[in-house]
C-alpha cells in the first residue's frame, strides 16, 4: 500500500460520505472528489514520480496520453519527472478551441498510455479509448491514480480484458478501506453502506472490506 497517498486521499477528504447523484445509481454512499489531490504540490509530485516509473519500466507505450481534464495535471507531472512526450485527448470537440480531439505531437507508432485521475465502473475511459481507436492510436496501458474496482460484470468483460491492455493503479479502493480503518477515519455505517454499496451489483472485483 502507497501510504503517502493513502493519508493524503484521508487528509484531503477524497472520499465523501453521503447520499450522492452523480455516481450513476452506483456506490450512492460514498463520492470520490479525485480533484482535492491537486491541491498539494507534494502530492502532485508524488503521484507523478510514481506515474512516471510506472510508465518508464511496466508500460509498452512511450508516450503519456491525458484525458480532458482530470488526467491532464497527471500525464504532465508524469511527463516531467518520466521525459516521456504527452498528448491529450478530449470527449468531444470543442470549436472555439480546436478542431481536434486529440493533442500533441503522435508517436510513429500511434501506441501511448492512457492516463486518469479515477476508474470509477469504466464507461468513461471506454468512451476515451472508443475515440483513440477511431484515429488510429493503441492504447496499450491505463495508468489510474485510484482504482474503485467497481467495473460491473453487467457491462461485459472488464476494460483491460476488452481492450487487450494492462491496467495500472497507484491505490485501490481495498487498500484506502484499509488504511481508513487503520486510522479510524470510517465508522461502521459508512462500512455498511459501503459494502451494500459493493454487492449491489456482480463485480469482476469480489471486494469484501
Same mark, same amino acid.
Given at each position: 500500500?502507497?501510504?503517502?497517498?493513502?493519508?493524503?486521499?484521508?487528509?484531503?477528504?477524497?472520499?465523501?460520505?453521503?447520499?450522492?447523484?452523480?455516481?450513476?445509481? +452506483? %456506490?450512492?454512499?460514498?463520492?470520490?472528489?479525485?480533484?482535492?489531490?491537486?491541491?498539494?504540490?507534494?502530492?502532485?509530485?508524488?503521484?507523478?514520480?510514481?506515474?512516471?516509473?510506472? $510508465? %518508464?519500466?511496466?508500460?509498452? $507505450?512511450?508516450?503519456?496520453?491525458?484525458?480532458?481534464?482530470?488526467?491532464?495535471?497527471? $500525464?504532465?507531472? $508524469? %511527463?516531467?519527472?518520466?521525459?516521456?512526450?504527452?498528448?491529450?485527448?478530449?470527449?468531444?470537440?470543442?470549436?472555439?478551441?480546436?478542431?481536434?480531439?486529440?493533442?500533441?505531437?503522435?508517436?510513429?507508432?500511434?501506441?501511448?498510455?492512457?492516463?486518469?485521475?479515477?476508474? @470509477?465502473?469504466?464507461?468513461?475511459?471506454?468512451?476515451?479509448?472508443?475515440?483513440?481507436?477511431?484515429?488510429? !492510436?493503441?492504447?496499450?496501458? /491505463?495508468?489510474?491514480?485510484? +482504482?474503485?474496482?467497481?467495473?460491473?460484470?453487467? +457491462?461485459?468483460?472488464?476494460?483491460?480484458?476488452?481492450?487487450?491492455?494492462?491496467?495500472?493503479?497507484?491505490?485501490?479502493?481495498?487498500?484506502?478501506?484499509?488504511?481508513?480503518?487503520?486510522?479510524?477515519?470510517?465508522?461502521?455505517?459508512?462500512?455498511?453502506?459501503?459494502?451494500?454499496? !459493493?454487492?449491489? @451489483?456482480?463485480?469482476?472485483?469480489? /471486494?469484501? @472490506?
Amino acid at each position: 500500500m502507497d501510504k503517502i497517498l493513502a493519508k493524503a486521499i484521508i487528509d484531503l477528504q477524497v472520499p465523501f460520505f453521503g447520499e450522492s447523484l452523480k455516481n450513476k445509481g +452506483d %456506490s450512492r454512499s460514498c463520492l470520490f472528489r479525485a480533484r482535492r489531490l491537486l491541491s498539494s504540490p507534494k502530492i502532485l509530485e508524488h503521484v507523478g514520480q510514481r506515474i512516471a516509473k510506472i $510508465a %518508464s519500466t511496466q508500460c509498452k $507505450a512511450k508516450v503519456l496520453m491525458g484525458v480532458v481534464s482530470s488526467g491532464l495535471p497527471w $500525464a504532465a507531472a $508524469a %511527463s516531467i519527472y518520466s521525459g516521456l512526450p504527452m498528448m491529450y485527448v478530449r470527449k468531444k470537440l470543442e470549436l472555439h478551441m480546436s478542431n481536434q480531439m486529440i493533442e500533441g505531437i503522435p508517436p510513429k507508432d500511434k501506441k501511448v498510455i492512457l492516463i486518469d485521475d479515477l476508474l @470509477f465502473a469504466g464507461e468513461s475511459k471506454n468512451e476515451f479509448l472508443k475515440i483513440l481507436k477511431n484515429e488510429g !492510436y493503441r492504447v496499450t496501458d /491505463i495508468i489510474v491514480v485510484m +482504482d474503485r474496482q467497481l467495473q460491473r460484470k453487467k +457491462d461485459g468483460p472488464r476494460i483491460q480484458d476488452k481492450w487487450n491492455l494492462k491496467l495500472h493503479s497507484l491505490i485501490t479502493m481495498t487498500e484506502i478501506v484499509q488504511y481508513m480503518k487503520e486510522v479510524k477515519t470510517i465508522n461502521n455505517k459508512q462500512l455498511i453502506s459501503l459494502q451494500k454499496d !459493493y454487492q449491489r @451489483f456482480d463485480r469482476w472485483d469480489q /471486494i469484501i @472490506f
